[in-house]
Structure formats: C-alpha cells, structure tokens
C-alpha cells in the first residue's frame, strides 16, 4: 500500500479511482533531487529491507566477508582485507538492501552506470552488513570460492506464485553507498507480470536466512511494470 493510498483510507475516502503519483511518475529524472534519488535506491518499491534471520547460536558461524565487502553504514571499505566480520553484529541486527537494479527508474537514479543488458536478467543487488559474495576473497582458495558460488546459486531465486526462477550469475559492484554491492542475475525467460502480484528474493548465506518480497503493483513506472 503506498503513503498516499494509506492516508485516503484512514480519511475514509476510497482509494480506487486515484492511482498513486510518486515523483518518479511526476517529474523527469533530469529533475529528481538527491534526495528523492537515494529514496529510490533504499526505500522505495524497488528497494526493500531485507529479513536477515542468523539461524546459528550467538551469531556464530556467519559468513566472513571477503574483499571488497560492505562497512555497517552501506559504504565501501576503501581497502581490502579491512571489511568489519558480520558475524560480529549483534544477532538479529544485520542490515540489508535488496535494490531492483535492472529496472528502469534505478537505472536513472544510477544514472545508468552498470554495463549489463538488463533486457536479458532480472538483476538484482544486495547490500549491507552482508560480505560481497561475488568476488573472491584473498585468503580464499578457487575450489572455495567456487564451492561457495556453488551454493548461492542452489539458494538464490525469485518466487513467484508457488514457482521459481534460479540465480543464472553473481557479481559485484564497487562505488559509493548508494551503488556497491553484489549482484544477483535472473534470466527473463521465465517473465514476472502483475498477474504474479507478488515476488520474493531469498537466498542462503551459511546459517543466514535472506528474503526480500516486492509488490509488483507497485512497481509500476510510467505506466507499465519495470523490473
């Protein structure tokens, strides 16, 4: 339900008849502020936080972070090997974004910095007290890492509607806050329509537990769905 819908409902005023107008259906990317591009990017129907559970005692046995991994406050580390150890957060306080990079209005908000094709995936980020699973660490053997890309990919998928679509390829993505974090590729021949109504990201961490659910209905930009 978005803001708009919620106050009209508790004014008693019925909802139908006055579809929601956000900024990104009402002004130019050219015009967004800032501002207005970071909500994009962390709260909006693109952008959700994730439900991270550590099924593990004590936080024990969370998965290290690697190089090139994401700092508490959702920034780069600056250097490798400096990345803080998740599993020294507090249990049930990791934080994470799971951000619809390959939709049209991130796209802008980015202001189209990846060089994938997003016509071919659902690309997917993920962000936040996370390690970036899509690179290899430098204490890390090949048959490690791959044994770990491995899993992900048995893990990882959207869900829709009772069925699946499965991790086709991991990556990553260095930058700023509102840009770094490990990416999660979906092929499109398996389509998402609003008939689905409903999509959930899960993926397994070790003993952590990662879903995110999007509403499709509002996902829509300049009248159509944009995923």
Same mark, same amino acid.
């Given at each position: ?12 005023? @019925? &909802?139908?008849?006055?579809? +929601? %107008? ?10 967004? =502020?800032?501002?207005? /591009? ?18 593990? @005692? &004590?936080?024990?046995?969370? +998965? %290290? ?10 920034? =780069?580390?600056?250097? /490798? ?25 991130? %796209? ?120």
């Amino acid at each position: 339900m978005t803001r708009r819908t919620a106050l009209l409902l508790g004014m008693g005023i @019925p &909802a139908f008849g006055y579809p +929601p %107008r956000e900024f990104w259906n009402d002004k130019k990317p050219a015009d967004w =502020t800032d501002d207005e /591009r970071q909500e994009l990017l962390t709260k909006s129907p693109w952008a959700k936080d994730a439900e991270v559970k550590n099924n593990s @005692p &004590a936080g024990i046995g969370a +998965p %290290r972070a690697t190089g090139g991994g994401m700092n508490r406050r959702m920034g =780069t580390s600056g250097t /490798r090997g400096a990345i803080p150890d998740p599993s020294t957060a507090p249990q049930g306080h990791y934080k994470a974004i799971v951000r619809w990079d390959s939709a049209e209005p991130l %796209r802008e908000a980015l202001h189209n910095q990846s060089k994938d094709d997003p016509a071919a995936n659902y690309i997917l980020c993920v962000s936040g007290d996370l390690p970036m699973l899509g690179r290899r660490g430098n204490d890390e053997g090949e048959s490690e890492y791959q044994q770990r890309l491995d899993m992900l990919k048995q893990y990882t998928k959207l869900q829709k509607k009772g069925d699946f679509i499965y991790l086709n390829k991991i990556g990553y993505q260095n930058g700023p806050p509102a840009i770094a974090g490990t990416l999660f590729y979906f092929e499109r021949n398996d389509l998402i329509t609003l008939e689905d109504k409903q999509v959930t990201f899960v993926t397994k961490l070790g003993p952590m537990d990662v879903k995110a659910k999007f509403a499709l209905h509002d996902m829509m930009y300049l009248g159509k769905l944009e995923l």
